[in-house]
């Protein structure tokens, strides 16, 4: 037992300390971090003057009709001022407005085009204040005024916190997806490469000499496993520090005060239960990986062999977001299955389609398949490794099974 933790070591330490584990680590923080900066930047530039349009009118009654929570501002007099400030960057553009035999003019000038939601909201305050113009000058009586500004009553009734957990839901389900994905098809590739490398060495021979070949697997085994719960520890401790330190953030804290419910969609999401599945299917996927790797016999044939794992990969990740809709049959089955199952069922527990025992179930049956692999692997590894003629991946293994 001591080799193969020492074999562990070896493997652990020699990844950990490598350039690639630290930027594949790193990577969602740094881009963390650029989008609260992003975020912070635009939250405290949204009340600049450069993002706003003015309105220059000499008719008061026209400039009374706007409220100012817009990104309408009525700073700039006249039109020369307005000019200038353009030139400054002080503002985007600036709309004229004249009042020419009772018909509102208004004409925009500007270095760039009106955000949409800008220009809707002039032209519908423009369409409201010439209706006011026409009504006056019709001459109409109250009771006629009032039939004509009659409008269409209609009320929405909507469960908003069930809407907003399903949104919830999607992101979140999405957002773990992606990470189990990129985590998968990084270690997957790794790990086949890593195998392949030693695949028919002289080393290899001296190797399983001192040590059982079963035994040095396993050791190899460990060792990424060591790696990929020191990857999952540190994303589950940089979320934390996100939750308990992002409060300190204005725009953060804004945006949790407005929606108190997140943290607890959050938890809901990120539960022990998805987690623990993230872990085992990437634990499965790695050995399956090693698998393919002692196949090869060729080193540069190491990709050709990861292309199975991706392919079930994009099986399940896609299988999940395509039938996670409704609790169909065969996101019920497929929830069972190992490998897809680490897709599977996250997306059942997230929706409340599974419960804790189901999810239970479908755990043990992907530890006892993650296991019962690795234990077989180790039993013939000495004859995938060792193998070099170059006979294909089926022959390879069949001759692997005879060996002694």
């Not at 992606?178 to 021979?205: P, R, W």
Request: proline share 2%.
């Amino acid at each position: 037992m001591k080799q193969v933790w020492i074999v562990a070591k070896e493997t652990y330490l020699r990844h950990v300390k490598s350039w690639s584990f630290v930027l594949m680590v790193l990577a969602p923080f740094l881009m963390l971090g650029v989008s609260l900066g992003v975020g912070y930047l635009q939250g405290a530039s949204s009340g600049n003057q450069a993002d706003k349009i003015a309105l220059v009118s000499s008719e008061a009654e026209v400039l009374d009709s706007f409220s100012m929570e817009n990104n309408f501002t009525k700073s700039y007099k006249d039109e020369a001022g307005a000019k200038k400030a353009i030139k400054e960057e002080k503002i985007l553009g600036y709309v004229i407005v004249k009042l020419e035999n009772n018909q509102i003019k208004a004409t925009y000038h500007g270095e760039g085009n009106m955000k949409q939601e800008d220009k809707l909201f002039l032209l519908q305050t423009l369409n409201q204040l010439q209706t006011n113009i026409n009504v006056s000058q019709a001459n109409l009586s109250k009771e006629q005024v009032t039939a004509l500004n009659r409008a269409p009553k209609f009320t929405e009734k909507i469960n908003e916190a069930k809407e907003q957990k399903k949104a919830f839901q999607k992101i979140g389900f999405f957002l773990i997806s992606m990470i189990i994905y990129m985590i998968l098809l990084t270690y997957s590739a790794s790990t086949a490469q890593d195998i392949a490398n030693e695949k028919g060495t002289k080393i290899m021979e001296v190797i399983f000499s001192s040590i059982k070949a079963s035994q040095y697997f396993y050791g190899r085994l460990i060792g990424i496993l060591g790696v990929i719960m020191t990857h999952f520890g540190i994303y589950i401790l940089g979320g934390l520090a996100l939750i308990l330190f992002g409060s300190n953030i204005d725009f953060v804290r804004n945006f949790i005060d407005e929606s108190p419910e997140i943290l607890n969609q959050l938890g809901s999401i990120f539960s022990p239960a998805t987690i623990g599945f993230a872990v085992l299917g990437v634990c499965a996927y790695v050995v399956l990986s090693a698998f393919c790797g002692s196949l090869v016999v060729r080193i540069e044939d190491a990709q050709k062999a990861t292309q199975p794992i991706i392919f079930l990969v994009m099986i399940g990740l896609f299988g999940s977001m395509s039938l996670g809709q409704t609790d169909s049959f065969i996101l019920k089955i497929g929830s069972y299955l190992p490998f897809l199952s680490t897709f599977f069922m996250p997306q059942r527990l997230i929706n409340g389609y599974a419960s804790n025992m189901e999810a239970l179930i479908s755990f043990l049956v992907l530890l006892a398949f993650t296991f019962g692999m690795a234990w077989y692997i180790g039993r013939i590894y000495a004859g995938l490794i060792l193998q070099t003629d170059d006979i294909g991946f089926i022959k390879s293994f069949k001759k692997a099974l005879t060996h002694k």
